[in-house]
């Protein structure tokens, strides 16, 4: 099997619907936290079909995700990240052979086929204008889609040099009007949280109060940092050097130390305590995040029917990844610290011991 394929349970250990429930719940009463502008919402993780999620969690439907977006009620429009480095490094998202540029083209026309939403798109970390690059962005606005450039920052993630006009302040912004931006991308590591955090920091130069919020399955922020599924996160983007730990600014807030989070976020967080002090008006509900577990609504740790299960499936996974991953080593495409980094999951994921 491939990384995009998907297994067929004969027994669950997700509920889907109760999934989908708290979700919508709580993104709505993310949204009407903002009634001076907008919400832009990171979407983590694969959004139209995530056959990770559907292979690590038996029960969950892969195409679920937009479901939970096109039903809640809410005007909203869209904002596709694609990253500068990974356009000229072709960094591969499946092991199906595809270019970054091939998948991430394939991914943006899928997306307006399914919700007849024609996304705008932020080029982000771009540090020169290579041929390559150009080439790209010709490309889509051949196709009609409106593209903005969004710059590499020197000393990021310095907050004094993110949130100045050196910083956010050079990027080109983003017009939208709608309550609601979902901000999206075709892989990890895309620029979807500095996309969301420039455009509330421009919004504001416009007179719009926006906010901003995390809508993210993975890492599960109150399964235990060794559960499987957190693990299997891990392995799954061993080849940019996520891990996972429990939230720090969590832990000072609110003398709770089992909050887990994961690196990018916790290292992000600074840029967003300084974005608040120097731009965000104090009433903003941005001002009530104390950690960057409270910029999140993941709801995907209630709806586990069955811990041992998942544990399992989850191990599972951690096993196809280093497969897969040994795969790309062998086409000379992968890094072997890839491989070691997913065997040394593994042997965590197996001293697991399930909660029921």
């Given at each position: 099997?491939?990384?995009?394929?998907?297994?067929?349970?004969?027994?669950?250990?997700?509920?889907?619907?109760?999934?989908?429930?708290?979700?919508?719940?709580?993104?709505?009463?993310?949204?009407?936290?903002?009634?001076?502008?907008?919400?832009?919402?990171?979407?983590?993780?694969?959004?139209?079909?995530?056959?990770?999620?559907?292979?690590?969690?038996?029960?969950?439907?892969?195409?679920?995700?937009?479901?939970?977006?096109?039903?809640?009620?809410?005007?909203?429009?869209?904002?596709?990240?694609?990253?500068a480095e990974d356009i000229e490094g072709n960094r591969m998202l499946h092991n199906t052979g595809e270019t970054y540029t091939e998948t991430t083209l394939s991914?943006?026309?899928?997306?307006?086929?399914?919700?007849?939403?024609?996304?705008?798109?932020?080029?982000?970390?771009?540090?020169?204008?290579?041929?390559?690059?150009?080439?790209?962005?010709?490309?889509?606005?051949?196709?009609?889609?409106?593209?903005?450039?969004?710059?590499?920052?020197?000393?990021?993630?310095?907050?004094?040099?993110?949130?100045?006009?050196?910083?956010?302040?050079?990027?080109?912004?983003?017009?939208?009007?709608?309550?609601?931006?979902?901000?999206?991308?075709?892989?990890?590591?895309?620029?979807?949280?500095?996309?969301?955090?420039?455009?509330?920091?421009?919004?504001?130069?416009?007179?719009?109060?926006?906010?901003?919020?995390?809508?993210?399955?993975?890492?599960?922020?109150?399964?235990?940092?060794?559960?499987?599924?957190?693990?299997?996160?891990?392995?799954?983007?061993?080849?940019?050097?996520?891990?996972?730990?429990?939230?720090?600014?969590?832990?000072?807030a609110y003398d709770i130390h089992d909050a887990v989070n994961y690196n990018r976020d916790v290292d992000a967080f600074p840029i967003i305590q300084t974005l608040?002090?120097?731009?965000?008006?104090?009433?903003?509900?941005?001002?009530?995040?104390?950690?960057?577990?409270?910029?999140?609504?993941?709801?995907?740790?209630?709806?586990?029917?069955?811990?041992?299960?998942?544990?399992?499936?989850?191990?599972?996974?951690?096993?196809?990844?280093?497969?897969?991953?040994?795969?790309?080593?062998?086409?000379?495409?992968?890094?072997?610290?890839?491989?070691?980094?997913?065997?040394?999951?593994?042997?965590r994921a197996l001293k697991y011991q399930p909660r029921n």
């Amino acid at each position: 099997m491939n990384s995009k394929d998907v297994i067929e349970y004969s027994e669950f250990g997700f509920d889907t619907q109760t999934y989908v429930r708290l979700q919508q719940q709580a993104l709505t009463e993310r949204i009407h936290q903002f009634p001076n502008g907008t919400l832009y919402l990171e979407i983590g993780g694969k959004f139209l079909y995530d056959p990770h999620a559907a292979r690590v969690l038996p029960g969950f439907i892969p195409t679920i995700k937009p479901k939970i977006f096109t039903e809640v009620g809410e005007k909203y429009s869209v904002i596709y990240c694609v990253n500068a480095e990974d356009i000229e490094g072709n960094r591969m998202l499946h092991n199906t052979g595809e270019t970054y540029t091939e998948t991430t083209l394939s991914l943006i026309h899928s997306f307006e086929e399914s919700l007849g939403e024609k996304p705008q798109i932020a080029i982000n970390v771009v540090s020169t204008w290579s041929e390559s690059l150009k080439q790209f962005r010709e490309t889509l606005e051949r196709k009609g889609y409106q593209t903005y450039l969004r710059y590499k920052i020197a000393g990021y993630p310095q907050a004094e040099q993110v949130i100045s006009e050196e910083g956010y302040g050079k990027d080109e912004y983003i017009p939208v009007t709608e309550p609601l931006v979902l901000v999206i991308g075709p892989a990890s590591n895309s620029g979807k949280l500095s996309t969301c955090l420039g455009q509330v920091y421009l919004d504001q130069r416009h007179g719009r109060d926006s906010g901003f919020a995390k809508y993210e399955l993975f890492p599960i922020h109150n399964l235990p940092l060794g559960h499987p599924v957190n693990l299997a996160y891990e392995a799954a983007t061993a080849d940019i050097g996520d891990y996972n730990l429990y939230d720090p600014y969590h832990s000072a807030a609110y003398d709770i130390h089992d909050a887990v989070n994961y690196n990018r976020d916790v290292d992000a967080f600074p840029i967003i305590q300084t974005l608040l002090q120097k731009i965000v008006p104090e009433n903003n509900f941005m001002h009530r995040y104390k950690s960057p577990t409270d910029m999140g609504m993941n709801k995907a740790g209630f709806a586990i029917t069955n811990d041992k299960l998942v544990a399992r499936t989850a191990t599972e996974e951690i096993k196809r990844r280093i497969q897969w991953f040994s795969e790309q080593v062998a086409n000379g495409h992968g890094e072997t610290q890839w491989v070691e980094k997913c065997k040394t999951l593994l042997e965590r994921a197996l001293k697991y011991q399930p909660r029921n």
